[in-house]
Structures are given as structure tokens and as C-alpha cells.
């Protein structure tokens, strides 16, 4: 079991020049968040939630982990199994700064899901055109991404690793979005002490024993280093 767990957030790789959700009123180019994040928005219109998730994996190859994904990965080294990151965001930067203990519990940009048989496939191009699943040829291809009103992934994993932990810390998210803004509260629950690190005080913030803000590119390597 993880004596450290870390939730991230958007926030971590906005320093990456991945854009957050909420911080420019959750609009993408005039889209509610909302409009593009649910299984009704895909089922209404399916090309513009495709053009939404292909645009987010090109612009993926553009983006480069910075200094606190690095930093996480180094306390990683130094912790191995003791440290768990759960994260919300569906780019690949943790992975890519070398952290190999991570959660996505709303899913990942280079994965495909087949709506027809239900597997998924490693997926690094557009999905717009509808292409067929390599593994049964239906044309039934979507982001494997969780949206509102869908479970979010390893569910009965993080809520242990949270529950069993000593210290819990959030980077760069808004507490907006649940079930990860409650995990504050299953590890303080559970004992753990609890640690805030964002850009500024969140609708989460008062839940935690401890907030700092900042720009996560900074805070998150001050934290390792004191650890
Ligand atoms: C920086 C920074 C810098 C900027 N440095 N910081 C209880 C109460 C009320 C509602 C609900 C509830 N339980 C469930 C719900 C419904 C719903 C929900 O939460 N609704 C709310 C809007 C109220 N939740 C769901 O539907 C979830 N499913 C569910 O609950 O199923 C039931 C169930 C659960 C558990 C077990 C069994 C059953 C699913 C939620 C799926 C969310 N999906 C999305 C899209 C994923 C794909 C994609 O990426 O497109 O996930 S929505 C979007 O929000 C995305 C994010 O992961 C998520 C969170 O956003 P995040 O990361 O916090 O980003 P921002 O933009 O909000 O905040 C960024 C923060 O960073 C800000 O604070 C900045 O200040 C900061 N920042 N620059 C440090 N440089």
C-alpha cells in the first residue's frame, strides 16, 4: 500500500501549455465543458467531440513534461512502491517524465475504447473519420475517456491506496469534479495528513490541513525536495 498518494489536476500541465478546463470560463472555442464531456454530447454530435479529443492528441505532441511531472518521477525513484499518482488528466506527461506508478482515473488521450466490443486499442491519430476497431472492424471508436455520468477508472484501487495512506496531496485541480475532489476527505477520514499544493486557494482548499500556492512547476519540486 502507498504511505504517499498524489492527486493531479489540469493544473499540472498548464505550465506544459496544455490549456485547464475552468480557468477560461471551460469554454473550448465556444463549447461548454459540458457539451463535449458526456455521453450525450457524443451521442448528439459525434464530430464535434471527435474533433475535440483529435485536436487535444495532436496538440499532445506539440507539449513536453515540466518540472513538476519530472519532479514527481524523482520522488518516484526514490519512494518506488510508496508513492501513487492518481491522476485526472488524460495527457501522457507523467508517463513521459518517467513516473511509472499512475492511475488514469478519467481515462487516456492515446487510447481508443470500441463501443461494439468493448476493448481498447493504443491510438495516436484522429478518430473523426470513424475507423474501424483493429480488433472486431466496427466502426464504433471513442475517446477512452470518462465523461460526466460515467464511472471513473481503478475506482476500488484508489479508494484504497487513499484510505491506507499517510499523506495525501493535490496538485492543480479545482475540487470541482467528483468523485476525485472527495478524496480529501476519504484520507483525512482515514487519517492521513493532507496537502493542497495550486495556483490559488480552490473550493477544496479548507478540506486540507495544509494549502500552498503557486504555479505547480514550482511548488511541486520545493515539496519533493523537503520530502
Ligand atoms: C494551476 C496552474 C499551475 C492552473 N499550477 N495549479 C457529488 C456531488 C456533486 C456532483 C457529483 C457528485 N458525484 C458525482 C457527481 C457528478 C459529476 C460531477 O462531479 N459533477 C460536478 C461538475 C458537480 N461527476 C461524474 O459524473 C463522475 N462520475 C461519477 O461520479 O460516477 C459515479 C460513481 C463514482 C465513483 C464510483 C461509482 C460511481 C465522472 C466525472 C468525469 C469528469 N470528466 C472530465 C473529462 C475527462 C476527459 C477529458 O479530459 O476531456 O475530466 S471533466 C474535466 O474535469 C476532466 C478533468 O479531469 C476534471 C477535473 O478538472 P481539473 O483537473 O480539476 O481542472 P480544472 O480546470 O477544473 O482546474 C484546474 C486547477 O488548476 C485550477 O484550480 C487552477 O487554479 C489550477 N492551476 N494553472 C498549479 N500552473
Do not use: K
Not at 143 to 160: K, T
Amino acid at each position: 500500500m502507498p504511505r504517499v498518494v498524489v492527486l493531479t489536476g489540469a493544473g499540472i500541465s498548464a505550465e506544459s501549455g496544455i490549456p485547464t478546463f475552468r480557468d477560461a470560463d471551460g469554454l473550448w472555442e465556444g463549447h461548454r465543458v459540458e457539451e463535449v464531456a458526456t455521453p450525450e454530447g457524443f451521442d448528439r454530435q459525434p464530430e464535434l467531440v471527435h474533433w475535440f479529443y483529435d485536436a487535444r492528441r495532436a496538440a499532445l505532441r506539440a507539449v513536453e513534461p515540466n518540472a513538476a511531472h519530472h519532479a514527481l518521477a524523482d520522488l518516484e525513484q526514490r519512494l518506488g512502491d510508496d508513492l501513487l499518482v492518481v491522476t485526472q488528466n488524460i495527457d501522457d506527461l507523467h508517463e513521459r517524465a518517467g513516473s511509472t506508478r499512475v492511475l488514469h482515473m478519467h481515462g487516456e488521450l492515446l487510447s481508443a475504447l470500441c463501443r461494439a466490443c468493448e476493448r481498447r486499442t493504443r491510438w495516436h491519430d484522429d478518430l473523426v473519420d470513424q475507423p474501424p476497431c483493429p480488433h472486431c472492424g466496427v466502426c464504433e471508436l471513442r475517446p477512452d475517456v470518462v465523461w460526466f455520468g460515467e464511472i471513473p477508472y481503478e475506482m476500488d484501487r484508489i479508494q484504497d491506496a487513499v484510505a491506507g495512506a499517510e499523506l495525501f496531496v493535490s496538485v492543480g485541480t479545482s475540487g470541482a469534479v467528483y468523485p476525485a475532489a472527495g478524496l480529501v476527505q476519504l484520507a483525512r477520514a482515514y487519517g492521513a495528513r493532507t496537502l493542497e499544493l495550486n495556483l490559488v486557494p480552490s473550493v477544496g482548499t479548507p478540506m486540507f490541513h495544509e494549502a500552498r500556492h503557486g504555479p505547480a512547476g514550482v511548488l511541486v519540486p520545493e515539496w519533493v525536495a523537503e520530502i
